[in-house]
């Protein structure tokens, strides 16, 4: 998927989930789409927080799969 | 408390306001903001944000209440030498400021605390670094919920910075028109294709735009919405925040990094360090409590007075010259020097609710020296402002001047004329002094070496200082 097309299909995610959660009421309140994209981003944010915060582990962890450990101080005596 | 005055910037928040009286700035908190207030003091957040000094440090002091029936308790915050506006600050001021505002927003969370506010003018400039001046942004955070000020975020600081950066730096003055920040709709059409690119910026501004747009008009039933914003969510919605605000960056271009006051300049190394020194002079004449150097470039001559410690406040109207001057106070850590961006012909105005929300240039301070340093025949000639109406500006200003001179036959102006008809016949020497005597005392008048400017000291008239020797 072309990502500058990511507005087009959010447009059509937003109207599908929206019927669970909006009703017909003319009530106008300007927070609901900031209020509303931070629940629907939240799964995503979270996911790229902790693989960034564990992004370390995951490059030894792949290292040491490929055999290419850091290189290991000499010891000291 | 007699005489004591609310401020007008602060009345929004039900959880307390701004008032005067002695000659002192308080905050009055409401009983409404009972809960907070106590969760901020004794959760050890307040005391963690003021050693970082990233939240203005206070008393609670036991003076009365402006408004008795609504309060809780008033507190002192330590004062702010002078209160700056998003649109008067360079890029990389409002990106410290937004970087203070997430680092807060950090610690608060690790308190059980989030910040309810994220307006850009909760961060004033204290000693030249960014600081959080309301007391009152906290509030208890439970779990699960959304970032309530998450919206103002984005229009207060990552919109604008987002625009300066990749469309051009001018739009920050957008933070002019917009007083509750750059609107994400407008925000998103005005930014470049490539920016959908940055995970950051297509989700805090181009779906949020979209989201804002598509939920305006639509009632959201919060009861229904069982969705929750996990720990690791909320803290991963403030490091995106933080990723995308680091990302940008602006550089000013056109001229050499350090090299900018001589690369504009046809000043000989002579008379450069000729009019450092009488500057340097008349700053120990007067001897000021404050100043503000009006066209000041990147700070060459402001910074003769904030090396001594005087507070003096550097405006230019080049966001380039701002931006290197505001980098050199950070890198050399000059805590009394405060470069901001003013266009003098059109200074910053009253703006909000009644005009009283946030305070023209000339209400908000008034400082006890100025200086007019190679500025006049940019007013005179460029802006057409006749010489009789520059002395009245200045003296409106305050009672010392520091003022140069220079005339048609200087290069400067003559490039200025030079695709002009000459309608100023007045603008000599004689015509200056002449405009200028009517409103203040001509103390010294010095000839720079090497050029055929002048250099004036001059004091307003109802200020004649008795010890002063203009020997």
Known sequence: MNILHLPVSFAAILSSISTLLLTNEAYLDPGSGSYLLQLLLAGLLGSLFVVKASWGKIKGFFRHLFGRGEETPPDEE | ?471
Request: aromatic share 10%; net charge neutral.
């Open chain 2, 1 to 471: 408390m007699k005489n004591s005055q609310r401020l007008t910037a602060s009345f929004r928040d039900p959880s307390g306001f701004l008032f005067s009286g002695n000659g002192s700035i308080y905050r009055q908190i409401n009983q409404a903001y009972h809960e907070n207030y106590q969760a901020l003091m004794e959760s050890g957040l307040y005391e963690k944000l003021v050693s970082e000094n990233l939240l203005i440090p206070h008393k609670e002091i036991s003076v009365e209440p402006a408004e008795p029936s609504l309060a809780y308790k008033v507190i002192q915050p330590e004062p702010i030498h002078f209160i700056s506006y998003p649109y008067e600050w360079c890029f990389s001021q409002l990106k410290d400021a937004a970087l203070t505002t997430l680092a807060i927003q950090k610690l608060a969370y690790q308190h059980g605390m989030s910040l309810k506010d994220c307006s850009a003018y909760n961060i004033q400039f204290h000693r030249n670094r960014p600081i959080l001046i309301d007391t009152l942004s906290f509030e208890l955070y439970h779990e699960g919920e959304p970032w309530v000020a998450y919206r103002q975020f984005c229009q207060h600081f990552l919109a604008p910075l987002a625009l300066m950066a990749h469309r051009d730096v001018r739009l920050g003055q957008l933070m002019r028109i917009y007083i509750d920040g750059i609107p994400l709709d407008l925000a998103s059409q005005l930014l470049p294709a490539r920016t959908k690119l940055d995970f950051a910026l297509v989700s805090h501004i181009h779906l949020h735009a979209i989201s804002q747009r598509y939920f305006a008009g639509k009632t959201v039933h919060k009861a229904k919405v069982t969705r929750r914003m996990s720990s690791t969510a909320f803290l991963g919605l403030v490091d995106s925040l933080e990723s995308g605000v680091r990302r940008l960056q602006w550089e000013p271009r056109g001229t050499e990094w350090g090299d900018y006051y001589q690369a504009t300049h046809n000043y000989s190394l002579e008379a450069v360090e000729h009019k450092l020194t009488l500057v340097k002079q008349f700053i120990d004449h007067i001897q000021p409590t404050s100043v503000w150097d009006l066209g000041a470039n990147t700070g060459l001559f402001s910074r003769l007075a904030s090396n001594q410690g005087i507070p003096t406040v550097a405006f230019d109207i080049d966001p380039a010259a701002v931006e290197q001057n505001y980098r050199a106070c950070v890198s050399g850590e000059s805590t009394h020097l405060l470069p901001l961006l003013l266009d003098l012909t059109n200074p910053s105005p009253s703006l909000g609710w009644q005009n009283q929300e946030r305070k023209s240039l000339l209400e908000r301070a008034s400082p006890d020296a100025v200086l007019a340093l190679a500025l006049v025949h940019h007013l005179a000639i460029s802006n057409n402002v006749p010489l009789e109406w520059l002395a009245k500006f200045f003296a409106s200003i305050g009672p010392w001047l520091v003022i140069e001179f220079i005339p048609k036959s200087d290069t400067q102006v003559g490039r200025l004329l030079a695709t002009r008809e000459d309608i100023f016949p007045d603008y000599t020497k004689q015509g200056f002094e002449q405009a200028f005597k009517s409103l203040f005392t001509i103390h010294r008048a010095i000839p720079i070496t090497d050029t055929e400017r002048v250099l004036y000291l001059m004091e307003k008239h109802k200020d004649v200082r008795e010890n002063f020797n203009p020997s």
